[in-house]
């Protein structure tokens, strides 16, 4: 229908999440309105991905050097810990700007049916980054099977470290109605409940 190289973009374009047929016409569509600056930002943009983003040697976030910048920054809270399951989640708190503390990145989380082991994502380096100055470790991992079961292997990997392992509250979001959450919420909510 299309001509094959317009069809290889589309294809391209489809393995976006959330991108379907049509939304992956309409793009390529688009990119033909796109001056020759616009292509060559676009095509140097996706080059300097893949050259120039690493992950971070001590936390595991996204970084364009050896370690990032949160981990740089000696205004950060050395004494406690975040730990996330992806980069996109080191994001998510940073934007609330309560959390000043330091990450740490895991890159995924347990799944046995998935074949992912404890030894497939980011824990090993976590363990050594446990020093004598740091005395929380916040575990902010999804409030789903595989994030509790992450969650759980390392609280019990933790339980002989000096060091106080919290969880993130789950509950009702705001504006949430009782009637639309789900079993697990509800009981999260209940077991989170605090005092007015």
């Known amino acids: 229908m299309y001509p094959k190289k317009f069809?290889?973009?589309i294809d391209n374009l489809r393995k976006f999440p959330g991108v379907g047929i049509k939304s992956a016409e309409r793009y390529a569509f688009e990119m033909l309105n796109y001056s020759d600056e616009d292509i060559d930002n676009f095509i140097q943009s996706l080059i300097d991905l893949k050259n120039d983003i690493h992950t971070c040697s001590i936390c595991g976030n996204l970084s364009d050097g050896e370690t990032c910048d949160?981990?740089?920054d000696p205004s950060r809270n050395q004494h406690m810990i975040a730990i996330v399951q992806s980069p996109k989640d080191v994001i998510a708190l940073?934007?609330?700007a309560q959390?000043?503390?330091l990450?740490?990145?895991l890159n995924g989380v347990i799944s046995t049916s998935k074949g992912i082991m404890p030894e497939d994502i980011n824990i090993a380096s976590l363990l050594d980054r446990i020093t004598d100055d740091v005395?929380?470790?916040?575990?902010?991992?999804?409030?789903?099977?595989?994030?509790?079961t992450t969650a759980l292997y390392i609280g019990k990997l933790l339980e002989n470290k000096d060091v106080e392992v919290t969880r993130l509250a789950h509950g009702l979001p705001m504006g949430g109605h009782l009637d639309y959450a789900d079993e697990l919420t509800l009981i999260k909510a209940l077991e989170g409940r605090k005092k007015l």
């Open 70 to 72: 949160i981990c740089k």
């Open 7 to 9: 069809e290889n973009l």
């Open 135 to 148: 005395n929380e470790i916040l575990i902010a991992t999804n409030p789903t099977i595989e994030g509790e």
């Open 99 to 101: 959390y000043h503390g």
């Open 103 to 105: 990450y740490h990145v």
């Open 94 to 96: 940073e934007k609330t």
